[in-house]
């Protein structure tokens, strides 16, 4: 029988430590706190948006307190740095499967083809990429470290100036799409994949 004394509890006889557990359900408290709030974040955001969302809004959602939000994630910034990483690792996932394997130009043009499907595919994608306007770049996109990497798995190495270039390339095809699959590939192996074929 386990007789819970606060934070500490005893067991057969024994000192336990255990874990506290306020307005969650879980095992590891903070850890619980923060997958809560970014899966509440993540359906605000895909049902209304980026300007509807606000921290008030979260708390509420998640019945919690505004300060909650702060200590156990952050501020807005930091959750929707978090809600595009987590997105961001569904896609690097199914990427690195699609292109193992494969390297420079062919690599590349496999890369972006499947990257636009997979960011297409996501609820939080059109909006993650429709938040960002060729005349207003903020730079949390473009300048994402997770952007960064997700372009370096792209090329398949370490290369600032030409995972920039490959992320401004590939959202191009999303602001500018093809008229039809066939026409994308094309363009992206004509013009995109030369680039890439040999590294410098």
């Known amino acids: 029988m386990m007789i819970t004394t606060g934070r500490r509890c005893r067991q057969r006889g ?3 430590e255990v874990v506290r557990q306020d307005w969650l359900v879980g095992t590891d408290r903070r850890a619980e706190a923060a997958e809560r709030i ?3 974040a993540a359906e605000m955001i895909s049902r209304h948006g980026f300007e509807a ?3 008030d809004a979260l708390a509420a959602k998640v019945h919690c307190s505004p300060a909650t939000i702060y200590r156990n994630v ?3 910034s930091v959750i929707m740095e978090g809600v595009m ?3 961001s690792v569904r896609i690097v996932k199914q990427l690195k499967t699609e292109i193992e394997g494969l390297d420079g130009a062919e690599r590349v043009e496999k890369a972006i083809i499947v990257a636009l499907d997979l960011i297409r595919a ?5 909006l993650i990429m429709g938040s960002i306007r060729p005349d207003h770049d903020t730079g949390w996109l473009t300048s994402s470290p997770l952007v960064a990497d997700l372009a370096a798995q792209m090329l398949g190495r370490r290369d600032p100036i030409a995972a920039q270039w490959l992320v401004r390339a590939t959202l191009a095809l999303w602001f500018w799409p093809a008229k039809n699959r066939d026409d994308e590939r094309a363009i992206v192996a004509r013009f995109i994949g030369p680039c890439f074929a040999t590294a410098p």
Not at 122 to 126: D, K, W
Request: aromatic letters at 10%; charged letters at 20%; zero cysteines.
């Open 53 to 55: 969302f606000s921290i």
């Open 14 to 16: 024994e000192p336990v």
């Open 38 to 40: 970014y899966a509440a």
């Open 122 to 126: 996501e609820p939080l994608g059109p």
């Open 74 to 76: 952050g501020g807005k």
């Open 85 to 87: 990483h987590r997105m």
